[in-house]
């Protein structure tokens, strides 16, 4: 079965440089999330969209803004990045209304910041 | 959205079963209760949801009380591969699927 991809796996940038996440979520799912997880933190909720509209934002800093395409994949864009911003971020899709509202998350991308 | 409370780390042993408690004192009437995995440097995975009452699946059993105020996690017979983060989480799967709050989950440790 399809999953939910998320590009690149793996980034490495610089103080003050920008990045760009990518997530293809699973066909048909209406509903993409992003969390953000520090190191021996727990999944923070950043942002969400329905039907590639913004549904609902947690704590995403303003540098950070993300949208959601056409083809329904969706974007994290990340400026002027701070070693703070290290971390693992996830995506996930789902559907809003669907059974049991499971959310089926994506391998992440692991972002470092030097 | 209502706050939950795990405890922080449980220890086990393989072959037994675990219960992980959840409170969430603050549900509301619309609130479902969803229970996650997360392996290290993965997603979590959806594992059981519920409203009221008991709902079991094949890989755990989730009960819930008439008050709703909190929640239990069991996983029977549990093996190494089920040391993992487990998060208890509480929303209107309804109205309020977009914002999913993950507080503290409850790191599990099995022990051979």
């Known amino acids: 079965a399809a999953g939910v991809i998320q590009s690149p796996r793996h980034l490495i940038k610089e103080k003050r440089e920008t990045a760009t996440l990518k997530c293809y979520p699973i066909?048909?799912?209406?509903?993409v999330y992003w969390y953000q997880q520090g190191p021996g933190q727990d999944p923070q909720f950043l942002i969400s969209?329905?039907?590639?509209?913004?549904?609902d934002k947690g704590s995403i800093p303003d540098r950070f803004s993300a949208q959601q395409f056409s083809d329904y994949h969706s974007e994290l864009n990340m400026s002027s990045l701070e070693l703070g911003d290290s971390a693992l971020y996830f995506c996930a899709s789902g559907f809003r209304l669907g059974a049991g509202n499971e959310q089926f998350f994506g391998p992440g991308t692991r972002l470092t910041v030097l | 959205l209502a706050k939950t409370t795990q405890p922080i780390s449980m220890d086990s042993y393989e072959g037994q079963e675990v219960n992980i408690t959840c409170s969430h004192n603050?549900?509301?009437?619309?609130?479902?209760i969803t229970w996650y995995q997360q392996f290290p440097s993965q997603g979590p995975r959806f594992i059981i949801q519920g409203y009221k009452t008991k709902v079991t699946n094949e890989v755990a059993s989730l009960f819930i009380p008439a008050d709703r105020k909190s929640s239990t996690l069991s996983l029977p017979r549990v093996s190494l591969s089920d040391t993992a983060v487990y998060y208890c989480l509480v929303g209107d799967i309804d109205t309020g699927g977009f914002k999913t709050i993950f507080g503290a989950g409850t790191r599990l440790f099995v022990k051979a």
């Open positions: 066909p048909r799912h209406d509903t």
């Open positions: 603050n549900i509301a009437t619309n609130d479902y």
């Open positions: 969209f329905y039907e590639k509209m913004q549904s």
